[in-house]
């Protein structure tokens, strides 16, 4: 098994590496001790932390990517387009890591896109890479809210709605009515297929349609412009079992990118957390989902299941958390043992360790240590 070290050196908006000379350090360490084939970091503005990587990378010869968000945490929020929901809801507090924000962007929007483009030709000019890993390729999930699983309901995107069949009138009534109780469960999906959730409703399986193809576009896009340049590019995605929802349709998204990285964290109370996203979709919403599967997926067990129904093979680098954030994540040694285990059952001959190395416990960066090295 070869492994993908994630160093995230901050956001936009907070810089977290506080001595250049301790991250190089750290990095040479993990990169002599680790059968690594290449390197994520970022994403922050931080030319001095960009070259730094790129300095002990290219001495091991290990590609870098530059870690990159799509459609929430961008580096423009305030000049790009917003999303706006269905109604307005009472947004709760969701613990997060420090710096680190989920307000999203419309998917639909070329603009979004092209700031991305700008973005990326600025944080990279006089420091190439040799490719980009994007995170945030989706929809907003439920963390905050329940009505943002009905995704953005900007002008744009109603219209977009509207021309493939959908009544949004009814749509926004029959939400409305149902959404008194704060209860998702009369819009759970009844039928999986392929990964794809199926709903009884006519107009929430169009609109997830909808949802799918404006991900699934918008990657294809950013992919065709990375690729032009002679760059990788790997996406973040939610675990199988939860990427649909998000409009994250996996077997469609592995046919762009060079790889993806389903986060299988078993073991996070924040976004992207399976036990934590599940347990916000509320009891009745969760327990169809779990039938559906005919699995816990909540548990570490269910992950060679969900990484097989992706069907990408290689493509599939699936990442677990390794780093150690009090409240948030703390997974044991035994945790990531029983991980590595699961994994050799998949077929799958990388993973990435996630989603900071720097923050993680020497004794568990040890359990995927090269022990014929």
Known sequence: MKYVLQVSTGTFAQCTI???????????????????NRVIFGWGKNSAVTKTVLEVCRKYQKQVLLWLPVFADVEHPDTADSMKLLQASGKKSVQTC?????????????????????SFDELCEDNPVDGLFLDRIRYPSVVYSPIDFFGCQCELCVQKYQKAGIDTDRLHRTVRERFLCKDLSSFAPIALENGRYHYADTDI???????RQTITGAVQKL????????????????????????????QA?????????????????????????????????????????KADISKPESMSMQLLSTGAGKKCVPGFEVNCIPGICEPKTTDLTKTLRALSETGCEEAVLSWNVLNAPLENLRVFENKNA
């Open 18 to 36: 506080d001595s250049l000379t301790q991250m190089k350090e750290q990095l040479e360490k993990l990169l002599k001790m680790l059968p690594v």
């Open 98 to 118: 420090s710096g680190e924000e989920f307000q999203f962007i419309c998917p639909s929007s070329v603009h979004n896109l092209n700031q991305l483009m700008a």
């Open 205 to 211: 399986e169009l609109l997830c349609e909808i949802k």
């Open 223 to 250: 992919v065709q412009f990375f690729h032009q340049r002679g760059l990788l590019v790997g996406i973040d995605t939610f675990a199988p079992s939860l990427a649909d929802l998000v409009g994250q349709d996996l």
């Open 253 to 293: 998204l592995s046919g762009s990118v060079d790889f993806f990285k389903p986060m299988m964290y078993f073991h996070t109370s924040a976004p992207a957390g399976i036990p934590f996203e599940l347990k916000a979709y509320g009891d009745g919403f969760a327990q169809h989902i779990q039938k559906l599967w």
